[in-house]
């Protein structure tokens, strides 16, 4: 399982940007995604979570009417729209997934992250 996010940057408060995470070694349209993102000092947070083929989706509260969570499954993507950018939003963003065995041991995917910094 490989993610390699992208997209990240600087913009300033009040813009946009959108983050692809590209994914492979996996059947990417059988599983569930999650965006995370982790503050310097700060725990790693769940930012959003879209089913497997897409018709569902989970936000946090902090950027719920903000961002949208999309994927295209048939280009094993996810994505993260962002819009009305807050310096609160400043962090490094991952996309993650999970696998449950039979004997219920959890094991979880992570890509290596993309920054994003909100500052004027």
């Known amino acids: 399982v490989q993610f390699v996010e992208s997209g990240g940057g600087l913009v300033q408060p009040g813009g946009s940007l959108t983050l692809s995470c590209a994914a492979s070694g996996f059947a990417f349209s059988m599983y569930a995604m999650r965006w995370y993102r982790q503050a310097p000092g700060q725990e790693r947070?769940?930012?959003?979570?879209?089913?497997?083929?897409?018709?569902?989706?989970?936000?946090?509260?902090?950027?719920?009417?903000?961002?949208?969570?999309?994927?295209?499954?048939?280009?094993?993507?996810?994505?993260?729209?962002?819009?009305?950018?807050?310096?609160?939003?400043?962090?490094?963003?991952?996309?993650?997934?999970?696998?449950?065995?039979?004997?219920?041991?959890?094991?979880d995917y992570w890509g290596q992250g993309t920054q994003v910094t909100v500052s004027s």
């Open 45 to 107: 947070d769940m930012v959003a979570q879209i089913s497997s083929a897409g018709g569902s989706t989970v936000y946090a509260d902090s950027v719920k009417g903000r961002f949208t969570i999309s994927r295209a499954n048939d280009k094993d993507a996810l994505y993260l729209h962002m819009n009305s950018l807050k310096p609160e939003d400043t962090a490094v963003y991952y996309c993650y997934t999970w696998t449950t065995n039979s004997a219920g041991v959890v094991t």
